[in-house]
């Protein structure tokens, strides 16, 4: 189960209540601050506006490639380890806004952890250190440290145990 806050509203879909819920300049500062980040190629450049204009918690040399694309409405909500890649067109939410409520969650990426291209990792969810996640893949459950996952919905491949199985009988 995903670790996220439920927030019932009334009337209009949630969606429709968002400046209720976040105010509307927040959202337009952080928009331009993702759209500047998600074209410029200087990895550097990227964790400063990420941490300095967003409040992301970013570890040193983890590395954010082209069109990575973080939550436009809560990206303080987001925490990713050391040494970590998140790959090409990799959507990070933490919010989402259903008909009849909209939910929050913290998103916590460990150490050295690969995220393949195309995936998108839903609120309150934690992936473990060492992680692989595979290309286009969608995180709805928490990643073990070490497991490589995959698909669409999420399945383990293998956990780190099995891997070290694999490699102790070649």
Known sequence: MRRTERYPVEG????WHIYKTVPFWK??????????ARYT????????LFR?????????????????MPDVMFPERIQVGENTVIGYNTTILA???LIEEYRLGDVSIGD??????????LPGIKIGDGAIVSAATLVHKDVPAGAFVGGNP??????????????AKS
């Open 12 to 15: 209009a879909n949630s969606l």
């Open 112 to 121: 050295r952890v690969m995220i393949g291209a195309n995936s998108t990792i």
């Open 52 to 68: 300095h204009f967003l409040g992301m918690k970013i570890g040193k040399h983890s590395s954010f490639a082209l069109m990575v």
């Open 27 to 36: 959202v337009a500062k952080n928009f331009l601050v993702i759209q500047t």
């Open 95 to 97: 919010h989402e806004y």
């Open 154 to 167: 999420m399945k383990i491949i293998y956990t780190a145990e099995e891997m070290g199985d694999r490699q």
């Open 41 to 48: 190629p200087f990895l550097p450049m990227k964790n400063w």
